[in-house]
């Protein structure tokens, strides 16, 4: 029973718990599940199951892909319920490292939810909670929104977050982000281009080739960032995606400064992209002057 997935699909995310020293290693993902009646009326109503690998294929009708850009490892999961047969599903994924979970868990905030008391960071929307913590994401989710239940996914996350014992930070062009202002539900962290292209479609789709991503929105305009190991490397994949793109939009118009270029997509938005440091930053707008004014924004961030 995959709740989230019935109206995620098209990213497909579930998520993902880690294990952060060697007895929790030892002992497995089991041991962050709640038993029978540790949560008050509440019991696991099926056998917990653990895919790893890529057994996620097998877990995910479509959409795995893009937790191994993020370095996926293994995900456990199980259904639970009360007398009234009210179920909760909960799983635990474990990822590569912190950056990994806090990317899983950045595509999860859509919309307006509130906040989760669980985890480095949590947010709880109108069905599913999710948080993450050290390099492991969790997600509780319910087929239908209810509210009686909501203080029993909140219990479940408290009790699942308190077994986790290490904490990290976002990662680093993240928690600048956030220090600035920005938003953070608009905020989507991605390492590859599956994840990219959940953010924006470019033509071709390997048009840019880069270490780590973000996106966020700002008035009147979709920010994208992608980060290099170093200026000079900014400034070639800046070229290399403006000859690679002006083959695959024989029709579009191109127009070249110092280290930046301008064209329109099929859908009237101004795209601007621009080599600053060790970075390629590409603005999605229809308002020039709005636009020009948050590149001076995020500048200053990155600075």
Not at 76 to 102: F, R
Not at 204 to 232: C, Q, W
């Amino acid at each position: 029973m995959n709740f989230p997935l019935m109206q995620m699909r098209c990213f497909s995310f579930i998520f993902l718990i880690s294990i952060f020293n060697s007895t929790a290693f030892a002992d497995g993902l089991k041991n962050y599940f709640p038993k029978n009646e540790e949560i008050k009326n509440w019991k696991q109503a099926d056998t917990l199951k653990i895919y790893k690998g890529d057994e996620l294929f097998t877990y995910i009708d479509g959409g795995a892909d893009v937790y191994f850009e993020y370095g996926f490892k293994q995900v456990a999961t199980v259904n639970y319920s009360n007398k009234e047969n009210d179920q909760l599903q909960v799983e635990i994924y474990e990822m590569k490292d912190s950056s990994a979970a806090y990317g899983a868990y950045s595509f999860y905030l859509n919309g307006e939810g509130k906040k989760l008391i669980a985890g480095t960071d949590g947010m709880f929307f109108d069905y599913y909670a999710v948080f993450w913590k050290s390099n492991l994401l969790v997600v509780i989710s319910a087929p239908v929104p209810n509210e009686k239940i909501i203080p029993v996914i909140e219990n479940i996350a408290g009790y699942i977050s308190t077994k986790i014992v290490n904490i990290y930070h976002p990662p680093l062009i993240v928690s600048k982000l956030l220090q600035s202002g920005i938003t953070e539900s608009s905020i989507k962290y991605f390492k590859g281009k599956v994840g990219l292209s959940n953010i924006y479609k470019f033509i071709p789709g390997n048009a840019f080739y880069f270490n780590e991503g973000v996106s966020f929105n700002m008035p009147e305009t979709k920010v994208i960032i992608f980060r290099f190991n170093s200026d000079s490397v900014s400034v070639n994949q800046l070229s290399e995606a403006l000859n690679k793109m002006k083959e695959s939009n024989k029709d579009a118009k191109f127009i070249s400064t110092d280290n930046a270029f301008d064209y329109q997509d099929f859908k009237a938005n101004q795209i601007k992209c621009l080599a600053f440091k060790n970075y390629i930053l590409v603005t999605i707008s229809k308002n020039d002057e709005i636009r020009n004014l948050n590149i001076e924004i995020v500048k200053k961030v990155l600075n």
